[in-house]
């Protein structure tokens, strides 16, 4: 059983999926000979490997297990797929098994590759993913400092008490 990841996954899952397209997916209609292997953005998130998988055929977001977490366990039958959540909402993901990889998680974002213009297109692409996925949504209200007390909400009131240092949390 594979005990997980203790660095980035990134180089195995190049290695990997490089030595399947050569072996594999080459010259099939479904892959776009202008997009190479390239692992994106991963990063530890939640306690676990998440990031971001670009081969000629898909591109897919990845949870793979850091050495030492806890993981669940998870069949591989269809209709298992596991809802994560996330800052950007929740997302579906499938569980999949590779020798070198171990149970992970996987997404599609793309499959196939064909509407993709270049590889430096898809690098943007997943990029961007990764910033919208984890990043915390921030709903801003601009409070003019002249409203009284009465004009604001309950949650605004409490924290104006909070920030002003009128109201203690108790820990």
Known sequence: MHQGFSESPAATLEALYQEVYLNEMKGLPI???EI???????QLWEGQWLGILITPWFTNLLILRQEGQDWPEMKL???????????????????????????????????????CSSHQQAVVDAKQAMRQLVQIPIDIQFIDAGDDEKSLSSAQQARRSFLSGKRQVAL
């Open 31 to 33: 892959c776009n000979d």
């Open 36 to 42: 190479k292997v390239e692992a994106i953005g991963f």
């Open 77 to 115: 039958a269809k209709g298992n797929d596991k809802h994560i959540a996330f800052p950007a909402g929740n997302i579906k993901f499938t569980p999949r098994f590779e020798p070198q990889l171990g149970k992970y998680l996987c997404c599609s974002l793309v499959s196939p590759m064909n509407e």
